[in-house]
């Protein structure tokens, strides 16, 4: 029978008509797989085992993830805004684009409107904070073993991708290190597109969204997620609590009129004028010094969190913070932003400092284990923690630390570029900003400049670490450590050095890391040799303050130049 079939229709053509047949039962039983819009995170959680990277064992471990998202100064609501808080099962968390996340996006398109600038490269931050938990310790009770590891970082979000309707995936690769602390290995990002799916050949997209039996977002202070299945039990949930938020409108009493206004037009949220360069040109008997820094547009400019673990509320007004290291994690803000290469001039005896118009943002996250959905419903009804301590209903663990800029003033020039906004102005900043920029500093010489010779900022950061890696160094923190020794006159010492001592770097994403994103000089122009002399021709030795803790992001340590504070004394040949 088969032959007479070959026979009849020939080889070529039988071939035809098999291949039909077979195809046909396949497209009955296909089906097609559209993922919904919004984000996807699928985590690949490691650990290191005798030096090999291996999947972490989740019999005995369970995962909270919480995400923030980073909203600009026209939402109605925080800068950080939780969108999603849960119990990480294995499957990729899903997001969906609509409620907080869709809000945010069409906030950040709106705030691009009033500019009058293109969205199309911009990008937000999700902060993800991970808890990595022993299982077993919390069904024995033994909260001081509960927490195996922890870590913050982000991931980047275009808006506009939201407002469309795409969906994304993003791979998180993350290793759990020493010290309680995860770090990221890699973070890869692609489109979900429609998908032909035929059984047992590929996976349909599946997602955990934000499920209320697993989380419980109170409001932008407080939420909880539950770390066992079975929630009849008595095993505790995590909780967390916005303990402190400092922002420019909580300074704006504190600093001199003109240095805090809005960010855009009738927007209730304030910017500030941010030291990004302080040249301070002591003694009569010096040389003029000048110093510019900018960023080209070429590069994308990512505004970098900052982060740490410790116990800094109870710290306030005592303790001393156990921390010895701040981390450094991925962008809140990032696009093609133009900073020109302007400075600062200085002769003998005065001093120039730059700064550009930003928001910068300082809050503290403490944590607690709280019992029983009754203890929960209060928690996140407002109840002071204290009592809730007190009465056996919760247990404190520690504070998470973050710290950013949320946006940065700019204006769109001839060429349709973002300008940030930014100048230079004679004089010290305010001098109690100044005092905290010292408290989280120590003074190291970072070079002698002959007159004619100059060093460029590149060169001066590598000294301490590679430039790329941490770029323009924004004293944050001592925005923060003035206004907490404004509210708490009996600040503990040690706290307000550890807070000053936060820097939110600005960097550029160069090609393969090379140093090329950070523009600006320091030059000793020495008499300046024209019709009125300004200085003497002697040699000046450049000192810069750098953070007193070290400054960590993935294999990096370092100590970091904070404000790029430059001090330049006239020496002897």
Known sequence: MAIDIINRFGKKRTAILLAIAIAIPIIAITTISIPPPGIYIELNLLE???????????????????????????????????????RYSGESIYIPAEGKLLDISRAWEKEHMIHNAKIDEFEYGLIIFVHILNLTAIKNGDYRNIEISRYVDTITVKPIDIINGRAVEYRVSMEMGNKRITRTLSIGRKYLSVEFRIPGMVKIYAASSVDSQQSLIGDERRWCIHLVADKTSQ???????????????????????????????????????????????????SGM??????????YRSNV????????????????????????VGGATISDFYRLSAGGCITIPNSVCWRWIFARPIYAIYSTYYVWLSEYISQFLGGLDTYTCIQQGMCVYTNDTAISSITYLGYAIESDGKKEIISNASLGYPPSALISFIFRGTSSSNATKLNVGEEITLADIIGKYGPSYIFGIGIPVGAIAAYFINAIASSANPALL??????????????????EGGLEGRIRNYGS???????????????????SSYEYVMGSYRFKVPIGIYFTVFGASA
């Open 48 to 86: 290191n085992i005798n030096g090999r990277l291996r999947n972490l064992n989740m019999n005995s471990i369970g995962v909270a993830i919480s995400i923030l998202a980073t909203a600009p100064p026209n939402y109605n609501g925080s800068d950080f805004v939780p969108i999603y808080a849960g």
């Open 497 to 514: 050095e550890f807070v000053s001592a936060f820097s939110v770097g600005i960097t550029q994403s160069t090609p393969m890391g090379i």
């Open 235 to 285: 095993y505790p949930s995590l909780c967390y609590e916005r303990k402190m938020y400092i922002a420019p409108e909580n300074m704006s009493r504190y600093l001199p009129q003109g240095y805090v206004s809005p960010c855009i037009p009738d927007s209730s949220r304030t910017c500030m004028k941010i030291p990004i360069m302080i040249i301070e040109n002591i003694g009569s008997r």
């Open 304 to 327: 970098n969190l900052v982060w740490a673990v410790g116990n800094f509320v109870k710290s306030i007004y005592g303790a001393i913070p156990l921390v010895s290291s701040i981390n």
């Open 528 to 546: 300046a040799a024209g019709k009125v002399s300004v200085g003497y021709d002697v040699p000046v030795v450049v000192y810069v303050r750098v």
């Open 289 to 298: 010094v000048t110093g510019a820094i900018g960023l080209p547009v070429i």
